[in-house]
Structure formats: C-alpha cells, structure tokens
C-alpha cells in the first residue's frame, strides 16, 4: 500500500479502486486496457442492440398485406368503458344512414352498442324525456334494455356506424313503446 493511494482516519483507511487492484496483484496497465476494453466491447453491444431494433421495427409495427381502412371515428370523454355480455353473443357491425327526417323509433338492445357518428348531427331522445345530439366525430354507448329513439333533425343525410353486441339469435333493435319520460 503506498502513502499516495491510502487515507487513514481513526482506524478507517480508503483506497482508489486500481490501488485495491494494485494490491491484487494486477498491473495499473491491465488494468485500464481491461476497462478500455468492456467500454468498447458495451458501446459495440449497445451499437449492436440498437441497430437490431431500428430494423426490427418495422417489420413488428407493420404486418404485411394488411391495410386498415378506417370507416368512422370518433372521440369518447367516458373515463371507464365497460361492455359485458351473457353468453354467447352475435356480434353486428353496421352502417345505418338517417334520411333527412329518419328516425329508428323507440327501442331497445339486448345488449350494449357502441355508436360512432361520422357525419351530421344525431338527436337522440332518452325514456326520461331527455334529448341529447350527437355530432360528428362523436362516440356514444346504449346499454342493454335502455329503452330511446334517434331521429335525424336536420336536413342532411346522417351516417352512423354501430357495433351491437346481442345474445346469440336475438335481434339487435327491439321495438318499445314510448315510454312518455319527462325530462327534469
């Protein structure tokens, strides 16, 4: 142990880490041209590991010969979206176009749907008299038994898409009768 690479206070002592080699036995030289070494040899892994994923990336974000062709889109404030189903289900998805004046009249789902609005503005009236409009780009859901009707109050055509998910063999629109709610 040499006076440089020793410091003693009250019977503790600290040496640099190529003193404790030193004392080891190893050369200071082999020591460094050790460390030289591993930082080349973990800057060629990491080149390496990095050059394999820029490669690798692709072809795992891309599948081939598939193309996504989006057919509507909108946009959901809901922070919790939960859809159960009992059973086996039928699932539809569908595209229902609103007439200036069209309307679904009231109904139900035997199970929930998922509504995307492409385009116009959707108004929907709920059992409890209440009214709510839909536009564009807007995503809303009908739960199971939730007896309302949407009709299309202005005067252009209106496009929907709806994704219902239905008990096996059951229709997904099922006529009700209006249910005469007042909204409060």
């Known amino acids: 142990m040499t006076k440089e ?8 002592s600290i040496r640099s880490e ?8 190893w050369p200071r030289t082999s020591i460094r041209s050790w460390e030289f070494r591993n930082r080349r040899t973990g800057a060629a892994l990491a080149t390496l590991l990095a050059g394999t994923l820029l490669y690798l990336r692709p072809a ?19 922070q919790h979206i939960r ?14 176009v609103f ?8 109904h139900t789902h035997p ?11 959707l108004t929907e009236y709920h059992s409890n008299g209440c009214v709510t409009v839909h536009p564009a780009g807007s995503v809303f859901f009908e739960s ?27 229709q997904p629109l099922q006529p009700a009768a209006d249910p005469g709610g007042v909204c409060r």
């Open 83 to 96: 859809l159960h189903s009992k059973g086996p289900s039928d699932i539809l998805q569908s595209k229902l």
């Open 144 to 170: 199971e038994g939730e007896v309302h009707r949407a009709i299309n109050q202005t005067g252009e055509v209106i496009e929907v898409y709806a994704t219902f998910i239905s008990p096996a063999g059951s």
């Open 99 to 106: 007439q200036p004046g069209g309307e679904t009249g009231w």
């Open 18 to 25: 190529n003193d404790n080699a030193t004392a080891l036995g």
């Open 60 to 78: 795992l974000a891309e599948p081939s010969g598939l193309e996504i062709i989006p057919l509507a889109q909108g946009f959901s404030p809901e």
């Open 111 to 121: 199970g929930p749907v998922v509504v995307v609005v492409k385009s116009g503005a």
């Open 5 to 12: 690479s020793t410091q003693e206070t009250e019977g503790s």
